[in-house]
């Protein structure tokens, strides 16, 4: 039996001044929640994009300044000449913050790249504060998860690589014990997180039907995943003693 090893990186990337750049090698078939280029894509640029933190409770009045995020990211796609049509995420954690993650087994690679933050955490099914009302939840606070395989995914595999990765994401907070900005316990991620799976083009790459937890691409999701997010908080944490110093 073949076994699982560590791979090289193969997705090619920089980091341009506040913005991760992705560079697939050529166009992939894409599932992501971004603001731009979300639901079932194709496209051969990520971008992750940092910008200034604001408080939740700031969220509403925000989204009618920046009327249009996807405008935004497709004209920042153009200054850097990625094209205009790019899968684009926002993010407010410093993209030194980045964080990556890969394995191989066999024929099949995955890798992940990830911003982290939890100021903005939440635990699911909590009812959204009203504006002006609450506590206030400031900082870098997003978690941004973006997977890249070269195996090529069924629909429904792609479906279920979004569901081991919020699995893992979920998990490695909960075995953190990260509350919600609230002060509830348990948070299951952020209010703004995104997720991306980039895999190969039909007949490129190794089929995959299926994508859950008992299959081995799903173990390694999940395993790229969470080292990514433990990595990821572990930093967030050593940026947020750094702020604290410089306030003092």
């Not at 039996?1 to 078939?29: E, H, P, Q």
């Not at 993650?101 to 099949?108: C, H, I, K, M, Y």
């Not at 991306?196 to 190794?206: F, K, Y």
Request: hydrophobic share 35%; net charge positive; glycine share 12%.
């Amino acid at each position: 039996m073949r076994s699982r090893t560590k791979a090289r990186l193969r997705t090619r990337y920089r980091v341009v001044k506040n913005t991760l750049v992705i560079d697939l090698g050529g166009f992939k078939r894409i599932l992501s929640s971004a603001s731009q280029g979300g639901g079932f894509q194709s496209a051969r640029y990520i971008l992750n994009h940092q910008v200034e933190a604001h408080p939740v409770s700031e969220a509403h009045a925000r989204s009618k300044r920046l009327t249009d995020p996807a405008r935004y990211m497709r004209r920042l796609a153009t200054m850097l000449g990625v094209g205009e049509k790019p899968i684009g995420l926002m993010t407010a954690v410093p993209m030194k913050q980045l964080v990556i993650s890969r394995e191989r087994f066999g024929d099949t690679w995955v890798e992940c790249f990830a911003t982290v933050g939890v100021t903005n955490a939440v635990r699911a099914g909590e009812w959204p504060e009203r504006e002006g009302k609450g506590k206030q939840a400031s900082g870098a606070g997003t978690i941004n998860l973006m997977l890249i395989t070269n195996a090529c995914l069924s629909g429904a595999a792609l479906v279920g690589a979004v569901q081991v990765v919020t699995e893992s994401k979920t998990g490695v907070l909960r075995d953190h014990a990260v509350p919600s900005w609230t002060g509830e316990s348990g948070a299951t991620g952020t209010g703004t997180d995104v997720v991306v799976i980039a895999c190969g083009l039909r007949g490129r790459g190794p089929w995959h039907r299926y994508s859950g937890t008992h299959t081995i691409i799903g173990a390694m999701i999940g395993r790229v995943v969470s080292d990514c997010v433990r990595q990821g908080l572990a930093r967030e944490k050593q940026w947020r003693k750094s702020q604290e110093v410089r306030q003092q």
